[in-house]
């Protein structure tokens, strides 16, 4: 049986021993590689030590540390520093200042900002235990400072002072009598809820007055919902508020008398000519129909 011949190669393509000792050096390094390639793939990769993740820095906003004291504030979406003075009975300033503020319109959802003014630090002349101290001899007697010309015998035993009597309280020290501050009839009541105050219907350009003497806080058309608007600041305790006007007669910052003319009746962010007229008490909305003269 003949088996067939293997092909014969020429005799210029045949490779000699030690180029074939060559080729499979070659291949034997390829495969060293490949395989040492392959672990380095297939192990885990290398784990640079970074420490633990920590989040980013959470952005602290202003006031934070006095979220929930009294006297502070919370900023809240739809905010601006002239309704937060209104609803905390105070001078739109006064808080631009407590808070240091540069920008009165530059305040932050989650800002905490002062509404109340801030205590004075009262001089302490006392010791700190706030019980003031009385020089005391041995034998128990208060010594008293002696003159040149009259000597004062020691007491027996040194007599307690009879309490003061307290101060009259001064209740009522910011009561005020108020005048009706347009001539209309009153077409909308207070109800706390969607009106926080009155509307007295008119004629566009009627007079609104000064409901109590006090000073202007506000005037400008910076509050949606009330217009044309002055504030003003009667004193510790109450702010009325005029809004609607078609035109502001007084400045921010004047003083005005009860009963004078500062701004004419008119339309302004509402649907017809009235002056919407607010009382606030410690900042609070209340009737004005309870603080102004039966008619």
Not at 36 to 59: I, N, Y
Not at 238 to 259: F, K, M, P, S
Request: glycine share 8%; hydrophobic share 40%.
């Amino acid at each position: 049986m003949r088996f067939p011949l293997a092909p014969t190669v020429p005799r210029e393509q045949r490779r000699s021993p030690w180029q074939v000792a060559a080729v499979v050096a070659v291949a034997a390094v390829v495969l060293v590689t490949a395989g040492c390639s392959t672990r380095r793939v297939s192990g885990p990769a290398p784990v640079e030590d970074r420490g633990m993740a920590r989040p980013a820095d959470a952005v602290v906003l202003p006031g934070a540390e006095n979220a929930g004291k009294p006297g502070y504030y919370t900023v809240k979406a739809g905010d601006t520093l002239y309704r937060i003075a209104l609803d905390s009975g105070q001078n739109w300033r006064d808080l631009q200042a407590w808070n240091n503020l540069s920008n009165a319109n530059a305040i932050e959802i989650g800002q905490v900002l002062r509404v109340q003014p801030p205590v004075p630090l009262v001089a302490q002349s006392a010791p700190a235990t706030g019980v003031a101290s009385t020089p005391v001899n041995p034998a128990g007697v208060v010594s008293r400072p002696l003159t040149d010309t009259a000597p004062v015998a020691p007491a027996a035993a040194p007599i307690p002072a009879p309490a003061p009597a307290p101060a009259p309280a001064s209740a009522g020290a910011d009561e005020l009598n108020f005048v009706w501050p347009a001539q209309g009839t009153v077409v909308s009541s207070f109800d706390e809820t969607t009106n926080k105050g009155v509307s007295i219907a008119g004629k566009i350009g009627d007079a609104v007055v000064a409901a109590a003497d006090g000073r202007v806080v506000y005037a400008g058309a910076g509050l949606r919902g009330y217009g044309n608007l002055i504030i003003l600041k009667h004193n510790n305790t109450y702010l009325t508020a005029y809004a609607h006007n078609q035109a502001l007669l007084v400045r921010e910052d004047q003083a005005v008398r009860q009963g004078q003319k500062i701004a004419e009746m008119g339309s302004s962010d509402t649907d017809r000519v009235k002056l919407h007229f607010e009382v606030r008490r410690m900042g609070k909305p209340v009737d004005p129909i309870g603080y102004l003269p039966k008619r």
